[in-house]
């Protein structure tokens, strides 16, 4: 069991350029979530899907960000016209049916916004 | 709202049983206790929890006041794996319990 596969690891963008961050869930797990951690605000909630079906997006800034999980061994977070302030670490973790705040998480994605 | 209150760090040596303290006064009852760890560049990583009965597992025991409104996390015979920000948060029973919300936590430090 490889655990969540998140890439890349790290990732520089200029500002206004995109940006597409993947994770793979561990296997036969039908729940996904995305967040974002910085020192600042801490760990804060993104996006959620279920079998592959957007749940909650209540965390998403409603511009330039979007989530998609178009089969259930991938999903991508992107950012349209990236900026500084989203620069962070974006966490995924994945979850089988039953208790969904027992989460398993991947290593993350370092995003860094020039 | 600081919903829970952890000191920022913490010292022990290899061998040693720690004790993390967390604080949640204003704890609901339909509320539990959870606690992850955090490893630099690493995601985070589910301990234990409980709502009101202590609890064990391979990881730790985390003990909780019989009022609820303070808990505290033992790990037993610390090594150095075990030095990570340890987190403890409030998660209601169901709803959107899967909205996991972390603050600084504690910087556990582990020495040989």
């Known amino acids: 069991n490889a655990g969540v596969i998140q890439t890349p690891r790290h990732k520089v963008t200029g500002k206004g350029q995109e940006a597409t961050l993947w994770c793979e869930p561990i296997?036969?797990?039908?729940?996904v979530f995305w967040y974002r951690q910085t020192i600042v605000q801490g760990l804060e909630f993104l996006t959620y899907f279920r079998n592959q079906a957007p749940i909650d997006d209540s965390g998403m800034p409603k511009e330039r960000f979007s989530a998609q999980m178009p089969n259930q061994s991938h999903s991508t977070l992107k950012i349209q016209s990236t900026q500084p302030q989203d620069s962070a670490v974006y966490l995924c973790?994945?979850?089988?049916?039953?208790?969904?705040?027992?989460?398993?998480f991947g290593p993350g994605t370092r995003l860094t916004v020039l | 709202d600081a919903k829970t209150t952890q000191p920022d760090s913490m010292e022990s040596t290899e061998g040693e049983t720690v004790h993390l303290p967390c604080s949640h006064a204003?704890?609901?009852?339909?509320?539990?206790i959870y606690w992850y760890r955090q490893v630099p560049l690493q995601g985070p990583e589910y301990v234990t929890h409980g709502l009101q009965q202590n609890t064990t597992n391979s990881m730790a025991f985390l003990a909780i006041a019989s009022d609820r409104k303070s808990s505290t996390l033992i790990l037993p015979h610390v090594s150095l794996r075990d030095a990570a920000v340890y987190h403890c948060?409030?998660?209601?029973?169901?709803?959107?319990?899967?909205?996991?919300?972390f603050g600084k936590g504690t910087l556990l430090t582990v020495t040989p």
């Open positions: 948060i409030r998660v209601p029973s169901g709803g959107s319990n899967y909205k996991l919300t």
């Open positions: 973790a994945s979850r089988t049916r039953g208790n969904y705040a027992e989460q398993f």
């Open positions: 204003t704890i609901s009852g339909n509320e539990y």
């Open positions: 296997s036969g797990h039908s729940a």
